[in-house]
């Protein structure tokens, strides 16, 4: 992956998707990105996602958001949306119960709360990508569903905990603190017990 400027808070990114369109984001605090629900076959002018509704927000392998195929177009200030605390879930790794992220605290929760949350992992480009490139076909990615069904799963699979990737996955000692890999899961997924302060390279 060939890198690019340091994105920052408030940048707002061209994603170049490899269908040929592009894709828009905005760096929130980092490792958390925002993902808008536009597309198109060149790219817009940062007016033009003013009003442009946010499809999802997820966590960004920060190679990722620095690569010189997510260009930065502009700026744009932070809504109160933006800055709110989101929350996420996990299957805690000793307990094996459903827990919520929210900030730095962590809540037990029901499979009721955690079906309707965006899964506690890291998204590498490959992934991210394919995900963006089935919300402009309206379709559900099929990592999402691989990932969410594993961890809703109460029959964890018991592997050593590696970095999430469909291509190729990489072992570390202390981030992310669970991730686990079966036939369920697919590509893998990971569920943190903390609010990750930094994402692996």
């Known amino acids: 992956m060939e890198l690019g400027a340091m994105k920052t808070t408030g940048d707002v990114l061209a994603i170049s998707l490899p269908n040929g369109s592009f894709a828009y984001a905005k760096v929130l605090e980092f490792p958390l990105v925002a993902f808008f629900d536009q597309f198109s076959s060149e790219i817009l002018p940062i007016s033009a996602l003013v009003h442009v509704p946010i499809a999802f927000r997820v966590w960004v392998m920060k190679k990722v ?17 933006d800055v709110a605390d989101r929350e996420f879930f996990s299957r805690d790794m000793v307990s094996k119960k459903l827990v919520v992220h929210r900030g730095h605290d962590t809540i037990p929760a029901s499979i009721e709360r955690c079906s309707g949350l965006e899964l506690a992992m890291v998204w590498n ?40 990737g469909p291509r190729r996955l990489r072992k570390y000692n202390t981030f992310p603190p669970a991730l686990f890999r079966d036939s369920t899961c697919g590509s893998g997924s990971f569920a943190p017990s903390t609010r990750p302060r930094h994402a692996p390279g």
């Open 65 to 81: 958001v620095d690569s010189r195929r997510w260009k930065k177009i502009g700026e744009m200030p932070l809504s109160a949306d």
């Open 125 to 164: 480009q490959t992934a991210i990508e394919e995900r963006l490139e089935c919300l402009q076909k309206g379709e559900l990615s099929p990592i999402v569903i691989r990932a969410k069904k594993c961890c809703l799963s109460s029959n964890l699979p018991k592997r050593t905990a590696t970095s999430f």
